[in-house]
C-alpha cells in the first residue's frame, strides 16, 4: 500500500521559517494538498494541487512536491501557525493521510 | 455558505453498530462526492471511504469494507455512514468531508466531527 511519512514534531521561533516534510515512493507524480488541525478542530485545507492556497490562506504558507517529498513551507510563522500538519494524497481511487507533525511555535 | 453538520456524540456497546449522519447545505449535494474519514485521540486522519454525488458509486478503504456502509438522501442532502461490529479502537471522531472540484481534489469543506466512543 501506498504511505506517507511525516516527522512527527517539528519547532520553530517567531518569525522564522519553517518546513514540514512528507514523502511517499514517487509522490511527485500525485498531487498533493496540506491539513492544518488546531485541537478540538476540524481539518482546515491549506494547500492544494501542491502549492495552490485557498482563499483566505495568508501566502506565507507555501507548498511543493517533486521527486519522493513534498514540502509544506511557512515563512514569517506567528503563533497561530501552531497545530498539527497533515499532507494527503490520492493513490489512484483511495486516500491516503500522512502521520502529521505537530508544528509548536516556541 | 456551505456546512457539513454531522450527529451528536455517542457511546456504543462492542459488537453494536454505528451511524453517523452529516447534513449539507449551500451547495448542489449531488455535484459532489463525500468522503468519510476518521481520527483516534491523539492520532493521524484515517480516510474510510467516498460516496460519489451522483451515481452512489462508493469506494471503501480495504480497513473497513467488510463493515462500513455509505449512502445518501439527496431528498434531504444527507450522507450516512454505518460501521457494524463496533470494537473498542473504533472509539475515534469521525468527520464527513465534501471532495472539492477543484484539480488535485482537496477536501475543502469538513463536518465538525462526531465523538464515537467504544465501551461497555
Known sequence: ???????????????????????GNNLGNKYVSWYQQKPGQSPVVVIYHDDKRPAGIPDRISGSNSGNTATLTISGTQAVDEADYFCQAWDTSFVVFGGGTKLTVL | QVQLVQSGAEVKQPGASLNVSCKASGYTFSAYALHW???APGQRLEWMGWINGGNINTKFSPKFQDRVTFSR????????MELTG???????????????????????YWGQGSLVIVSS
Do not use: H, I, M, W
Request: aromatic share 8%.
Open chain 1, 1 to 23: 500500500s501506498f504511505d506517507l511519512t511525516q516527522p512527527p514534531s517539528v519547532s520553530v521561533s517567531p518569525g522564522q521559517t519553517v518546513s514540514v516534510t512528507c514523502s
Open chain 2, 37 to 39: 474519514v476518521r481520527q
Open chain 2, 73 to 80: 438522501d439527496t431528498s434531504a442532502n444527507t450522507a450516512y
Open chain 2, 86 to 108: 463496533l470494537k473498542s479502537e473504533d472509539t475515534a471522531v469521525y468527520f464527513c468531508a465534501r471532495e472539492s472540484l477543484d484539480r488535485g481534489r482537496p477536501f475543502d
